[in-house]
């Protein structure tokens, strides 16, 4: 348990080597627990805790995936064998945006991480410059894109829904992450033709949408948000630890 918080914790960082070192601790551990001959016994079902921990280390591993997902797909030899992984992964978070987005014509997810106070220069996906922190630049620098779907090179995004979206950034620094209800910011950029939904999902971490609208009508659309309140709810790990409350 000790080692999964520490790996939440590492990848609400985004530290990538820490993170794949204790993820491995962590399988290896639960192989060494499983294997335990007074444990659980040849052909019989795992144990409650057991079956808990082996969910919360999935979901672990799908949030390691998502956040990192753009870096491993560009730089893997075969990336059909990145998708490959994704699909089989429960939780399948990239999975579930990949869907909505194949089905929300015109929609773009993208995951955002706060590099303020960042104590090494180099993110896997950008790198920070010395005085970055200090002055905070809302820029891709500062808050670079980490995450987006469908993919683009580099994970980048129009400037101009770069700015909307900062902007929304902006008035959730402060924001509780697990507060509820979920605060989600919506706005309608006419000149842009688009709405955008933004939401605070871990104290650095941030999630938007952004979809096509001529008229602004999407904004009502509740699809939109019970998309982001139900990854979040996943990522902070609130349905994981409501089930030990209420065990199957």
Excluded at 86 to 93: G, H, M, Y
Excluded at 106 to 127: E, K, M, N, R
Aim: contains cysteine.
């Amino acid at each position: 348990m000790a080692a999964a918080l520490k790996a939440q914790c590492q990848l609400g960082d985004l530290e990538f080597l820490n993170s794949i070192l204790t993820l491995s601790s962590i399988s290896c551990k639960l192989d060494q627990y499983y294997a335990q001959k007074d444990l659980v016994g040849v052909g019989s079902p795992p144990t409650p805790l057991c079956s808990w921990l082996r969910k919360l280390y999935s979901l672990l591993l799908a949030k390691f995936t998502l956040y990192w997902y753009s870096v491993l797909h560009s730089g893997a030899t075969n990336p059909t064998d990145i998708q490959e992984a994704v699909v089989k992964e429960n939780p399948a978070i990239v999975s579930q945006i990949e869907d909505f987005v194949s089905t929300n014509e015109g929609t773009t997810v993208s995951f955002f991480f706060d590099a303020y106070l960042q104590d090494f220069a180099y993110l896997g996906h950008s790198y920070v410059p010395p005085g970055a922190a200090e002055m905070y630049v809302k820029s891709s620098v500062a808050i670079p894109c980490i995450f987006t779907m469908p993919l683009a090179e580099s994970n980048t995004l129009p400037v101009s829904d770069y700015a909307v979206i900062m902007r929304a950034v902006n008035s959730l620094l402060s924001v509780d992450s697990s507060s509820k209800p979920r605060e989600i910011i919506s706005l309608h950029e006419a000149q842009l033709q688009k709405s955008f939904f933004v939401l605070k999902v871990e104290s650095r971490v941030y999630m938007a949408i952004a979809v096509v609208d001529e008229t602004g009508e999407q904004r009502e659309k509740a699809h939109f948000r019970d998309l982001m309140c139900r990854l979040c709810d996943c990522i902070q790990m609130v349905d994981l630890c409501r089930s030990l409350q209420n065990p199957a």
